[in-house]
Structure formats: structure tokens, C-alpha cells
């Protein structure tokens, strides 16, 4: 079992959709959590940490549960723009990270 | 504001010989790191460093080796090519949790 499981999708859905990407991890001891943007042969840059709370950037929502160890990401209002590859990327012991093998996100006009 | 500067961003080799892929970043973290990227499998850890002097082998290993004589340095060294190591290698560079990815280096192993 991958310690960090994501939906490969892809996920096509129209301009103007909500899309919900889940990602469950496997590490209880796991201590930070996030998600990371990856556009097509480009390196991964982060979109946002995901606190116990939730938290929102705008359009998007992230979500943690830490009982169920479930971290989740909420678009709002999809652009075209948001068409990339989304990790979710969960730490533990610091600086050591473990990565999702990314969901693809698909908006069409 | 170069950031993590990695070359180079394509190379061809033959099975059986060695090259280095080179990472440098600007910014003084103590925590830099290579991983390589398949499809499908996410980013898996390869080598990291906390600190110049200091390596240790992340989850795939076998078949690199690194070096941190320099904070600002962390080459990666590929011993003997395989097609198995045909990847997209990327190196990153942290503090605390916030990471910084090079460009990457697209890698064909022939």
C-alpha cells in the first residue's frame, strides 16, 4: 500500500465547475500536510498547507482529518488555468516528505 | 532570484556509463534533496542532505550517490546507467517545510 494514496483521475470537468480531489495517508505519526501544484513537464510548487482547522485560499479549500487520515482539496469555480496536476504531499520528522502520485485536473472551455 | 538552478534539463545516455546532474541553490538552506519523478508513482526520495558533510539515502538509492561539500551544492551521480533510472529528476532545497524545486532534468537511459 502507497503511504500517500491520490485518484490519478484524470478529472475533466467545464470552466466554472467545483472539483474535489481526496488523498489518504497511511503515516499516523504525520505531522504537516499539503498540496502541490504541477503544471505539465514543469517541477511541482506549492498551492497551500493544509491545517487541522482548514483553511482557504480564495478558490480553493483544503481540508485535513486527521482521525481518518483524509486530506482533501476544494476548487471553486474551475479556469482554465487550473488544468495541471495537483500532489498531495504529507511530512513528517521535519523536512522529510512523502508524495501522492497526483490527481490531473482537466478544465475545458 | 535564482533559486535552485539544476543542469541539465535533458540527457541521452548509454547503459553503463556515468554522468552527475548538478543543483545549486542561492537561498542557504541546510536541507536539500533529490528525488525522481515516474509516472504514476509521485516523487520518491533518492538522497537528502541536512547540511554541508552530511548525506544520508532516501528511498530509492541504489545505483546514486551524492555529495554536500558546500551548503549551496548537492550533485547527484549516477554510478553506472540503466534504463530503469530513466526518470525526471528533480532536486529541492527546504527550510522548515517550505520546499523549492529545480527545473528538473529530463533523463533517457538507452
Known amino acids: 500500500r502507497k503511504e500517500v494514496e491520490q485518484d490519478p483521475g484524470p478529472f475533466n470537468v467545464p470552466e466554472g465547475a467545483t472539483v474535489a480531489f481526496n488523498c489518504t495517508y497511511s503515516?499516523?505519526?504525520?505531522?504537516?500536510f499539503f498540496w502541490y501544484r504541477q503544471d505539465c513537464r514543469k517541477e511541482p510548487k506549492l498551492l497551500m498547507s493544509?491545517?487541522?482547522s482548514g483553511n482557504e485560499d480564495g478558490r480553493f479549500t483544503a481540508q485535513l482529518n486527521r482521525a481518518s487520515q483524509y486530506i482533501s482539496l476544494l476548487i471553486r469555480d474551475s479556469k482554465l488555468s487550473d488544468s495541471a496536476t495537483y500532489l498531495c504531499?504529507?511530512?513528517?520528522?521535519?523536512?522529510?516528505?512523502?508524495f501522492g502520485g497526483g490527481t490531473r485536473l482537466m478544465v475545458k472551455p | 532570484n535564482a533559486g535552485v538552478t539544476q543542469t541539465p534539463k535533458f540527457q541521452v545516455l548509454k547503459t553503463g556509463q556515468s554522468m552527475t546532474l548538478q543543483c545549486a541553490q542561492d537561498?542557504?538552506?541546510?536541507?536539500m534533496s533529490w528525488y525522481r519523478q515516474d509516472p504514476g508513482m509521485g516523487l520518491r526520495l533518492i538522497h537528502y542532505?541536512?547540511?554541508?558533510?552530511?548525506?544520508d539515502q532516501g528511498e530509492v538509492p541504489n545505483g546514486y550517490n551524492v555529495s554536500r561539500s558546500t551548503t549551496e551544492d548537492f550533485p547527484l551521480r549516477l554510478l553506472s546507467a540503466a534504463p530503469s533510472q530513466t526518470s525526471v529528476y528533480f532536486c529541492?532545497?527546504?527550510?522548515?517545510?517550505?520546499?523549492?524545486f529545480g527545473q528538473g532534468t529530463r533523463l533517457t537511459v538507452v
Open positions: 529541492a532545497s527546504s527550510y522548515v517545510e517550505r520546499v523549492f
Open positions: 493544509v491545517y487541522s
Open positions: 503515516n499516523s505519526a504525520s505531522q504537516s
Open positions: 542532505s541536512v547540511g554541508a558533510g552530511i548525506t
Open positions: 537561498m542557504n538552506h541546510e536541507y
Open positions: 504531499v504529507v511530512g513528517y520528522a521535519g523536512n522529510m516528505l512523502t
